[in-house]
């Protein structure tokens, strides 16, 4: 099982950052991943991971994820070429299809209906693919006409050796099949389609809601066996179970009773040999092959997570 590292905690100058980069590499860690927000992610991923390359050998360096509205298509293709030759071919960019009001309205990026980011996150995706198949980069010039991408004798410069590993993450059936159809990795997610974490992206967090999500993902990806990831938002070794649920829940404002928010596929909490039959259950029962935790709940998991791997 992979697991990755969210970094959300406040950067405030090179070394600090550099630092932590290189604890989470000495963790054994697979994936660092930077977050992709005006006001909540404490950096510019794709800045912070090209500075994380150059502390780091054997880390991967993903996004998780980029909101397709911040960039163009043909801007971000270029990004994502450079950032591999920088990474060494251990690059994983995530894309999705953005989600939150508060992004949009400091911004004054237009947050348009769902349907409208879906298509235009399709387009993204196919010139992604175009020029970074899972085989190798493209070598001849891309032509493209998809929603929201209109490239011509578009190359990879500079040319990476290796294409990254592409990771679609959502929670509505959409992109979920989307992603089934096209990504390395899919992330199944809570459906944030409200643009907050309300009652409906709460609910949608339920084992029996990541039942129909995983189906929606193996139905689409047919004779396919990408990546499954899922973020624990929620995770903590602890011996009280019960109040560190209450906790969260104060934390982040949550619609959930405790006992609902341990039921979570997304919650990790309990003692130490309830977190690892919980890991193993995303695997057994999901097929979860990837899962991702805040760095500032690794303290407790690691010796549980050292095991488990």
């Not at 099982?1 to 405030?12: C, D, K, N, R, S």
Request: proline share 6%.
């Amino acid at each position: 099982m992979e697991f990755g590292v969210l970094m959300m905690e406040p950067v405030t100058s090179r070394k600090q950052w550099c630092d932590r980069v290189r604890r989470m590499e000495d963790a054994g860690l697979s994936t660092l991943h930077a977050t992709d927000h005006f006001d909540r992610a404490p950096i510019s991923p794709l800045v912070a991971l090209a500075a994380a390359a150059q502390v780091t050998d054997r880390i991967r360096l993903g996004t998780l994820v980029l909101n397709n509205d911040f960039r163009l298509p043909a801007v971000l293709a270029k990004e994502i070429a450079s950032l591999a030759v920088l990474c060494d071919g251990r690059l994983e960019i995530g894309v999705g299809a953005g989600w939150m009001d508060d992004d949009y309205a400091v911004s004054g990026i237009v947050r348009e209906p769902p349907g409208r980011r879906i298509d235009r996150l399709a387009g993204t995706l196919d010139l992604l693919r175009a020029l970074f198949p899972a085989e190798g980069p493209a070598v001849a010039p891309t032509t493209l006409d998809a929603p929201g991408v209109a490239v011509r004798n578009l190359c990879n410069v500079p040319a990476p050796a290796t294409s990254p590993r592409l990771f679609v993450g959502g929670g509505g059936r959409r992109v979920l099949t989307l992603a089934g159809r096209t990504a390395d990795v899919v992330g199944v997610n809570f459906d944030i389609r409200e643009g907050r974490l309300g009652a409906h992206a709460t609910a949608s967090a339920s084992a029996d809601a990541t039942d129909e999500k995983v189906g929606w993902v193996r139905a689409a990806a047919g004779d396919r066996d990408p990546v499954l990831h899922l973020v624990a938002y929620w995770s903590e070794v602890t011996e009280d179970p019960l109040d560190a649920a209450a906790r969260r829940i104060a934390t982040f404002g949550l619609d959930l009773a405790p006992e609902q928010l341990l039921a979570s596929p997304h919650a990790l909490i309990g003692p130490a040999g309830a977190v690892a039959e919980r890991l193993a259950e995303l695997r057994e029962r999901w097929g979860f092959g990837y899962v991702s935790f805040y760095e500032t709940d690794l303290p407790s998991l690691l010796p549980v997570l050292d095991r488990v791997s």
